[in-house]
């Protein structure tokens, strides 16, 4: 096959956010320089999120300054609210990635925010944004779509009611998150298939954690049901603060392993991303967990 797969690379932002280790922004932008060398496009660089609550996010806005031009390139920031849109606004993101969830309790715990708040917050940020003097394109990512770490269970046709929803305001990309790793291929493919008939005009993004080594096949899955656009983090390293016992996503060098195996075009150094998420490991203080920066790459060269 010759199907390009655009893999949006998280790790600055969804890789660090759960890690013990702090590093500084001139770390994180390291970080991020050297995955755009490895064939990174498009990058989750920053959360605008308040540090008492994510201290390894802290220096949003000092990051994204440091960070070298790069035209070819889309450095994303992720918001949970109106002020955190400000702040990606007036730190010049080229993307904002706006996150919610499809269930109360964990939008509660998350940000604070209820179902209802969470759907005002939304239009707001997508009204204030079509309002900026160069508006950055804009993206929704909703969290827990096959499991919530507090309400257990999610019902699909609850997903696809707010899918539906943020299609009609025009966002033009929707990310269905497996924030903890439940999901499975089966159930990934149904719900591509129930959010694309709900959202035809928005470009679907599948968002997974390897929580219980299901994330590769549900990718796979989602791919087969036609989907184009996935996320990843280099060496797998992340989770979410407030889901307990999430890891990381699945490792955007071992997703391209499998793709590129397959036969599918992603754009990325695999050899690059393998040395950046060992440096990463290096930086936090632990081996990354990914399966490549473990074993390499077959054959062997």
Known sequence: MSRPVQIVEVGPRDGLQNETAILEPTE???FIVRLEAAGARRI??????????VPQMAGAEEVMAALPPAPDRSRIGLVLNARGHERALAAGVDEVNVSISATESFGLKNQGLDLAAQAEMVEGVVARNAEAESPPRLSVTLSCCWGCPFEGEVDPEAVVAIVRRVAALGVAEIALADTIGAGDPWRVRSLVEQARAAAPDAVLRLHFHDTRATGLANAAAGIEAGV????ASCGGIG???FAPGATGNIATEDLVYMLERGG?????DLDALIETARWIGDRLGRPAPSSLSRAGVFPRP
């Open 28 to 30: 994180r932008v390291e």
């Open 44 to 53: 989750e660089a920053v959360s605008f999120v308040h540090p008492k609550y």
């Open 228 to 231: 184009d656009v996935l996320d």
């Open 239 to 241: 989770g979410c603060p």
């Open 264 to 268: 599918f075009q992603t754009g990325y």
